[in-house]
């Protein structure tokens, strides 16, 4: 993959378990509460010069269980909270497919992860190199996406849907506590410069 100077290194973060807390089937504004820490890792990783951009399977959508307009009043609620906190992301991209397997290592279909869909539609979108980018996320599903996007390394968090059985993965780059160990952990072993 060729690396273009002028293109932006970009943090890729789940949502549910990762800048929010994990509620199955989320499907209301007032069931959205931010993770700790998530504020303040966003701040960091751009203050570093990350765009900041949210990946996230919503088959609520595609369940019939949640509109479009649902899902953003909660993405609404959430760019809300997130700004009383002086914080931000930076785009925000969801998938509405129904997956029929429960193996969250399959690639049912390119949108969803752990397929790359999202990752490489904000690469073209935003100007984003995947060589420079992160992903952070509580599932397997997310390491994955990263990985098959083409990005440099992952960071799956010890939150949410995590469990002992993701440790044999070895796309894998570091565990990380929360969302903050992991921004901390990625800038450490970034030194970019913008
Ligand atoms: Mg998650």
């Not at 378990?17 to 998530?38: D, F, R, Y």
């Not at 992903?135 to 469990?163: F, H, P, Q, W």
Request: net charge negative.
């Amino acid at each position: 993959m060729q690396i273009n100077s002028h293109l932006r290194p970009a943090v890729f973060l789940d949502r549910d378990g990762t800048l929010i807390k994990h509620v199955h089937h989320l499907c209301s504004p007032e069931q959205v509460a931010l993770e700790q820490g998530a504020s303040e890792a966003l701040c960091l990783l751009q203050e570093a010069g990350f765009v900041c951009v949210v990946v996230t399977n919503q088959s609520v959508v595609g369940r019939g269980m949640l509109s479009v307009e649902g899902l953003k009043a909660i993405h609404d609620k959430m760019e809300q909270l997130l700004s009383t906190q002086g914080a931000r992301v930076d785009s925000i991209y969801f998938s509405t497919h129904v997956p029929h397997t429960s193996d969250l290592r399959e690639v049912e279909y390119f949108d969803r992860k752990p397929g790359p869909g999202m990752l490489l539609r904000a690469a073209q979108d935003l100007g984003l190199s995947l060589v420079k980018s992160w992903m952070i996320g509580d599932s397997i599903s997310d390491v994955l996406a990263g990985a098959n996007a083409g990005c440099k390394g992952s960071c799956l968090l010890k939150t949410g849907l995590y469990s002992l059985e993701c440790q044999d993965c070895s796309q894998i780059s570091f565990l990380a506590s929360d969302i903050l160990d992991a921004a901390q952990i990625i800038l450490r072993q970034d030194s970019i410069s913008i």
